[in-house]
């Protein structure tokens, strides 16, 4: 048992006792830090780094404003936190609104509208509201569904003048034109069917697809779409297929069929290109994220490579691939593989770098700044709650992600103040204690520690495996004894009856 | 017909050794009728004979004369001859007429009862329990009438012994289920909830073809015991009898309803329900048994904050487990701390509670006998229960039956 003593030695020297780090925070405030980097990677079983090695990592030359935030954003500030590029940022800071004409830039297609409608579903902001309005009657104008614009403009309500009422001229010329064009699609696929050319009517299926799709009809579009795949040759048009059904369940909501044909997707014999296979990653990484499987979802975005670019707007941008993979990877991701899945992932930095709160965020998790990291939190939660397939996970997330870190802040100490705990945490000493007394109570987390409530302290409780052990054992041997005499009694039962039985008949 | 005096008369003849007292067993069943018809005159004659040797002859004659209607005078007469009977009798004959002894002995329990002084029933019985067992691990019919009277005596104690048996062989499987069910309650009245559960769960896991009124009685104490014990009720094991698992649940819903509350751990809500079905626990006569899973629910709350803290003020313990003032907390808690169930200590200059870690470190040679000793048990168990498995595999019945399903197997 040498090594076991050895080990258990090599734990105890890691441990830091709280009154000793009060006495060297005020002396080296870098080297205290660093320790505790050195023992939260120890158990990573990495070499010690020291703290502005990891700041270093985090920041990259493209947004110098990191630095000299976090340290500005030491206080409560809430100043707007706009990068010093034109790009637009997704997501004001602290109390201002969501710019929801930048949002909706970020979009095309179909999705922008349905985001738009989402955000005046959910905002609470009336001038808001009648803006995502306003867009989304724009876009819908210049496209051809008519059932969209009549649900427009009964929402809009004649709040933003004539301009904005319902066009019934307009909506009458788009439907007819719609019938004429559905016939003439309809025909030319009959012709395409009598003549057995397979492309021919894989075109003229996916031209009805395409129809269907933009007069919103997404039912007999996402059908016609797979009708096409009995037709489909190349890899090419599997390709083709598998991406616009993709685009079809993700708006109609239908996930399984996202995973499914990614997956379809992804192993073609061919070699895909880098757009596609980002694309394809993205899907499925949405999908799993909409069934809740966070580990996975931030996998897969996290593997979305930079060329996405703006080649997939019409579904997702990559600032959203930087924030679900990042919330996702918080909430889900241990120490290591946030560390080399994330922060040293350098194609994910480019992600990271449209949003910089996530990255902040991130960063403040791993280096251990809950107060500034929760923070963050709180800032982008009102934009998120507005994103249409984020936003009832947002919760659940941010809970994960709250508790994880409350794990991580104890796990190097054997007591913590519950006082200094609840200021990192920015929450009172009882409502901490709540929430602690929830987490050790909750099996399933492994939160091993007792709360002396009366110097509020929490203390680390290591279990002792030999007098667990004991137990255990002990515990079996009764059960066994009780379980062996019952089952003689009752194999004797059964024998005395089915003699009964046996001499009863005659 | 014989005449009473000439089997009086054989008795005393042939009551020598084996063979002659086989020969006598042939001849009494033989007359039994005779003896029957006759019963009421049979006082005298049984003074004539000697009860530990000519037990049989004995045994036949007290058995015809106890078995005629009993008026209440004569109850007192018979009740010494039958004690007097039992102390002296010789084990060997008694088996040969097994079911004979059974009836006297029933009809002694019965003549106590109605004289309504059952502790007068319960040495002899003892006594008739232990010549009828071919070994202790035996059970008779007796077994159940016996803890019956323990229990109307309320003289617990002296059920222990029988009790702390353990029984293997069964006779008759009915007489299993009232042997349990007695056992259990002896023990319920002895505040060993422990045993008490194993011998309710046997009562509850028999095998049942037809639902039996005492699995349901039983199952209604099963549950509020385990409530006491465990906070919570078990499901039935796999080997649970189809019927029991059926129909057990449908007769006794106001105790299900009852778990149910527990669960929640709210002690309002726990009494409301109480009140709700106060008749039928009435009438079931579980109404102590549902006091104590009441004060049962402190302790289920009080033991669940040890594992969270490490210290915590009486008020703080009165808030979380629902008790109106600290000083309720910190009787419940000292309570706890003298029945052992818990290991804390009170600080009652701060009014602070410091809850310990199990002093038990398993260091002390101390422990090596428990251990010992129980590791012995558990492997005669295991050699019982590898014997037990190879004479059902060289059963006759079992093989043939396993024969029949072969070629359908194949």
């Not at chain 1, 966070?294 to 930079?306: D, N, Q, S, V």
């Not at chain 1, 403040?364 to 939660?381: G, N």
């Amino acid at each position: 048992m040498q090594w076991l003593r050895y080990g258990y030695r090599i734990r105890r020297s890691n441990k830091l006792d709280r009154s000793r780090e009060q006495k060297l925070r005020s002396q080296h405030p870098a080297i205290l830090l660093g320790f505790r980097e050195a023992i939260l990677s120890w158990n990573s079983r990495r070499r010690v780094k020291t703290r502005e090695e990891t700041m270093d990592e985090g920041v990259v030359v493209g947004a110098p404003m990191g630095h000299e935030a976090m340290c500005s954003n030491g206080g409560a500030v809430d100043e707007p936190r706009r990068p010093p590029t034109s790009r637009a940022g997704k997501g004001a800071a602290g109390g201002e609104l969501m710019d929801v004409e930048a949002y909706a830039a970020l979009y095309t297609g179909r999705t922008k509208v349905a985001r738009l409608l989402f955000i005046a579903e959910r905002c609470g902001n009336e001038a808001m509201q009648l803006e995502a309005l306003r867009m989304a009657h724009d876009e819908i104008k210049k496209a051809e569904d008519s059932h969209l614009h009549r649900e427009v403009t009964a929402k809009i309500g004649g709040r933003l003048g004539p301009r904005y009422a319902l066009d019934q001229s307009w909506a009458d010329t788009v439907d007819r034109r719609a019938d004429v064009r559905k016939e003439k699609l309809e025909n030319e696929l009959n012709g395409y069917k009598t003549n057995l050319i397979k492309e021919s009517i894989r075109m003229g299926y996916n031209d009805l697809a395409d129809f269907f799709y933009d007069h919103g009809q997404l039912g007999d579009a996402l059908k016609n779409y797979v009708r096409t795949r009995d037709y489909c040759t190349t890899s090419k048009h599997l390709i083709h297929m598998c991406l616009s059904v993709i685009l079809v369940s993700i708006e109609l909501g239908q996930f399984m069929h996202v995973s499914n044909y990614a997956s379809k997707a992804e192993q073609t014999p061919e070699q895909l290109d880098l757009v596609t296979h980002s694309k394809l990653r993205c899907a499925a990484g949405l999908a799993y994220l909409e069934t809740k499987k966070y580990k996975l979802a931030a996998r897969k975005f996290l593997e979305t490579g930079p060329e996405l670019g703006n080649n997939y707007t019409d579904m997702i941008a990559p600032q959203d691939v930087a924030i679900y993979g990042g919330l996702c990877a918080l909430a889900s991701f241990d120490r290591t593989e946030l560390k080399n899945k994330v922060i040293d992932n350098i194609n994910f930095r480019n992600f990271l770098e449209l949003v910089p709160e996530v990255r902040e965020l991130i960063n403040d998790f791993y280096a251990s700044r809950y107060a500034s990291c929760l923070e963050y939190l709180e800032k982008l939660k009102p934009n998120l709650l507005l994103d249409i397939h984020l936003h009832d996970h947002v919760e659940t997330l941010y809970t994960e992600i709250r508790h994880k870190a409350i794990i991580q802040y104890t796990h190097p100490f054997i007591s913590v103040d519950l006082h200094m705990m609840a200021g990192a945490f920015k929450t009172n000493v009882a409502g901490l204690e709540k929430e602690l007394k929830a987490l050790i109570t909750d099996n399933q987390i492994q939160l091993q520690a007792r709360i002396d409530s009366h110097n509020k302290i929490l203390y680390a409780r290591h279990a002792d495996q030999r007098n667990a052990t004991f137990q255990r054992a002990l515990q079996t041997g009764v059960e066994f004894e009780r379980d062996v005499r019952a089952v003689l009694v009752r194999a004797n039962l059964i024998k005395q009856e089915s003699i009964l039985k046996a001499a009863k008949k005659p | 017909m014989e005449s009473v005096e000439a089997v009086v008369a054989h008795i005393q003849a042939l009551s020598g050794s084996h063979e002659e007292v086989a020969d006598l067993h042939s001849l009494l069943k033989q007359s039994e009728g005779a003896l029957r018809s006759r019963a009421a005159r049979l006082g005298p004659f049984l003074h004539q004979l000697d009860p530990s040797a000519h037990t049989l002859g004995y045994l036949f004659l007290l058995e015809a004369y106890s078995s005629r209607p009993i008026s209440r005078e004569l109850d007192e007469k018979i009740l010494p001859f039958i004690v007097g009977f039992i102390n002296s009798c010789s084990a060997e004959q008694i088996r040969l007429a097994p079911e004979k002894f059974i009836s006297v002995c029933k009809s002694l329990k019965d003549q106590v009862m109605q004289l309504q002084v059952p502790i007068r029933g319960i040495t002899p019985l003892r006594t008739a329990i232990r010549k009828l067992q071919t070994s202790s691990e035996q059970l008779t019919t007796l077994h159940s009438d016996y803890l019956l009277l323990c229990l109307l005596a309320k003289f617990y104690k002296a059920g222990l012994s029988i009790l702390d048996d353990d029984i293997f062989e069964v006779d008759q499987p009915r007489d299993h289920f009232l042997y349990c069910y007695y056992g259990g309650m002896i023990n319920i009245g002895l505040k060993r909830f422990r045993k008490a559960l194993g011998c309710l769960h046997n009562v509850v896991t028999a095998p049942m073809d037809a639902l039996i009124v005492i699995a349901v009685e039983a199952y209604k104490k099963y549950i509020l015991v385990s409530l006491i014990l465990n906070g919570q009720v078990p499901p039935f094991p796999k080997y649970t009898s189809s019927t029991a698992q059926r129909n057990l649940k449908r007769h006794t819903q106001p105790y299900i309803d009852l778990a149910d509350c527990y669960a929640t751990g709210t002690f309002s809500e726990l009494e409301a329900c109480i009140q709700t079905n106060l008749e039928k626990f009435q009438s079931d006569s579980n109404v102590g048994l549902v006091k104590q899973v009441l004060s049962s629910l402190y302790k289920c709350n009080i033991q669940r904050l040890t594992q969270t803290y490490l210290t915590l003020s009486l008020q703080d313990i009165a808030n979380a487990s629902q008790l109106k003032t600290p000083n309720d907390a910190e009787m419940h808690v000292l309570q706890m701390i003298q029945d052992a169930e818990i290991s804390a200590s009170i600080n009652q200059k701060d009014g602070m509670v410091s809850f310990h870690e199990d002093p038990e470190q398993y260091k002390i040679c101390g422990m090596i006998e428990p251990i010992d000793s129980l590791i012995q048990r558990l492997m005669e168990l295991s050699k019982k229960l590898s014997s037990l498995d190879e004479q059902i595999s060289c059963d006759l019945a079992h093989l043939t039956r396993i024969g029949k399903e072969r070629p359908r197997l194949d």
